[in-house]
Nanobody, 125 residues
Framework: VQLQASGGGLVQAGGSLRLSCAASGRPFGSYGVGWFRQAPGKEREFVAAISWSAGNTYYVDSVKGRFTISRDGAKNTVYLQMGSLKPEDTAVYYC???????????????????WGQGTLVTVSS
């Protein structure tokens, strides 16, 4: 599976952005997908994830109520809708995917098989 993340950019605090993670190589529907981010000088952290059936979603506390993860099976794409953005959301955002049988958690990097390149989100104050 090849993943392509896009949609980053510069936005003012309080604004919105939608990130996309497009998959190619094989059907995406059987993979869970997560978004992680890495701010300058910090470790990469979990942001959100969606299960293969889209029946379950997971968020880090700091983005709950502001970010929404979703998937479009027909487009083989997972989205991260980000709203009420804050300067502390500034980071490079990465999407990652894992098969159902690979790992057991959506929260940890090591449980993901495939990674896309990052897309930079900058939130100005």
């Amino acid at each position: 599976v090849q993943l392509q993340a896009s949609g980053g950019g510069l936005v003012q605090a309080g604004g919105s952005l939608r990130l996309s993670c497009a998959a190619s190589g094989r059907p995406f529907g059987s993979y869970g997908v997560g978004w992680f981010r890495q701010a300058p000088g910090k470790e990469r952290e979990f942001v959100a994830a969606i299960s293969w059936s889209a029946g379950n979603t997971y968020y880090v506390d700091s983005v709950k109520g502001r970010f929404t993860i979703s998937r479009d099976g027909a487009k083989n794409t997972v989205y991260l809708q980000m709203g009420s953005l804050k300067p502390e959301d500034t980071a490079v955002y990465y999407c990652a995917a894992r098969a159902r049988t690979y790992g057991s958690s959506f929260y940890y990097e090591s449980h993901y098989q495939y990674w896309g390149q990052g897309t930079l989100v900058t939130v100005s104050s």
